[in-house]
């Protein structure tokens, strides 16, 4: 199956498309991402050659460790992208896609590094660093 979507910053000035399937949804409760989103971050990825991106001259990457870098709209500051360096796929903030989405959650990660003001009951299974599936800055879950 051909599965496309689509998404934006809050400005519109950098837009992304995606061809095939994606993962599902990660939710990241390690201390980086809540710094840099005011909350955790929910995320899914897809292969690098399966995203294409507009509006890349005001895309500005930020490198929040050595292994992994943050994408985000100079304009209007949105978070959009989390690229590990070694790999060749990149997470993609949930909540950029267009409606219908059709993403779910799948897990949460770092969840011993969550913040002290609010509590996970959904059900989705937990994992205190990463887990199997997911590479990440510094560590992976074996």
Known sequence: MDE????????RAVRFRTRGALRGVVYCHCSQCRRQNGHFV????????????????????????????????RICGSLLFWKHNELDQISIMAGAFDRPS??????????GDKGDYYS????LPQFEK???S????GEVAE
């Open 4 to 11: 496309k979507h689509s998404g934006a910053c809050l400005c």
């Open 42 to 73: 929910a995320a899914t990825s897809a292969k690098d050659a399966d995203v294409d991106i507009e509006g890349a001259e005001v895309l500005s990457w930020y490198g929040a460790s050595d292994v992994a870098r943050r994408g985000f709209c």
């Open 102 to 111: 059709g993403l779910a959650g799948e897990s949460h990660i770092f969840v």
């Open 120 to 123: 996970i009951d959904d059900g």
């Open 130 to 132: 990463s887990s199997p």
């Open 134 to 137: 997911v590479k990440v800055a």
